[in-house]
């Protein structure tokens, strides 16, 4: 009996084993066939930025933008950034991409506007690497002048892992950035490391809570003590709050109330293309 469980242990050890190799191939060559695709999607147009509304909860008007990165893949469909963000950022291909998306949002943006809502933002997420990126001040400096787009309407979306390497060199770009009128903010807050010094340190305007916090209300006791922490801690900070991820009227109910400032979520609208975002702007003037 010992002998025969002993025999199905290892045969099944070695089915596992064969399971888990053949998984890690499909895995490494997908991910090996994303990267040389990667190389041209940006030359051969397969990019495309949505974008979702940011909601004045005191008013329930689109006061934002954010602009969300999509890649239109030839053979393999809409490919989501979770999937192809990571190895932009590995081979340094996010330097041009995230360019890229910096322009279409801050053209956007200057148009809607002209269009339809004066005091619309724009908010663009920069991983840590674009910071790598010497020509960054610049490149926003002339996008600005460029697009006409105010320097105000501007937010650079960075996460808190930026914040906790070597700073050194990063805070006179912040310094540059805040300058000409850029305004940042503290994507995926609660989710990265626990010191809040770099609060203090850095020039950030607005938190935006995790939606992993957001999905947890009202039925998770912990989700909803940290977001009304996080809401009061802003508050007292004087630093605007947006909630991320919001899915129904219940949690924006519960924001309200908490004296939150901004949402995005699904509840109101998923990304979207440019069109349909601009039909939204017409449907809410
Ligand atoms: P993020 O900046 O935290 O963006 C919010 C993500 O939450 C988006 O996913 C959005 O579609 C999703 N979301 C919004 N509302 C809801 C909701 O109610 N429910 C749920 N379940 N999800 C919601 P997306 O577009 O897939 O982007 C994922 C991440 O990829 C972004 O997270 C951001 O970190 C990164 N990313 C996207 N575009 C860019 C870009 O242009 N540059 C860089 N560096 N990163 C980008
Ligand atoms: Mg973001
Ligand atoms: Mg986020
Ligand atoms: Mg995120």
Not at 76 to 97: C, H, K, M, R
Not at 120 to 135: A, H
Not at 141 to 155: C, Q
Request: proline share 4%.
């Amino acid at each position: 009996c010992a002998d025969s469980a002993m025999y199905a242990a290892k045969e099944s050890g070695r089915n596992n084993y064969q399971f888990y190799t053949q998984e890690m191939n499909a895995r490494s060559q997908r991910r090996y066939h994303l990267e040389k695709n990667l190389r041209h999607a940006l030359s051969t147009g397969q990019f495309v930025v949505h974008y979702q509304p940011k909601i004045n909860l005191q008013d329930g008007k689109i006061v934002g933008a954010e602009g969300l990165l999509r890649w239109n893949h030839p053979d393999l469909g809409l490919v989501s950034p979770e999937d192809f963000i990571p190895i932009a950022e590995e081979t340094g291909l996010i330097v041009p991409i995230g360019r890229w998306v910096l322009e279409q949002a801050c053209r956007q943006a200057a148009t809607w506007r002209r269009d339809f809502a004066p005091d619309l933002r724009i908010s663009v997420n920069l991983s840590p690497r674009q910071f790598q990126d010497d020509q960054l001040v610049e490149v926003i400096g002339d996008l600005i002048r460029e697009t006409g787009l105010p320097a105000h309407a501007l937010e650079l979306e960075i996460t808190e892992s930026l914040l906790i390497g070597d700073t050194d060199k990063l805070k006179p770009m912040f310094d540059a950035l805040t300058a000409l009128g850029v305004v940042f903010s503290l994507d995926d807050f609660g989710t990265g490391y626990s010191s809040l010094s770099y609060l203090q340190r850095f020039p950030i305007s607005n938190l935006k809570i995790d939606r992993s916090f957001i999905n947890g209300i009202p039925s998770n006791r912990d989700s909803v003590a940290l977001t009304q922490t996080i809401i009061a801690m802003a508050n007292a900070l004087t630093l605007t709050v947006t909630a991320e991820g919001v899915e129904d009227e219940q949690q924006m109910r519960f924001l309200q109330e908490a004296g939150c400032c901004e949402m995005q979520g699904n509840y109101y609208s998923k990304p979207v293309a440019a069109e349909d975002f601009a039909r939204l702007l017409a449907a809410g003037r």
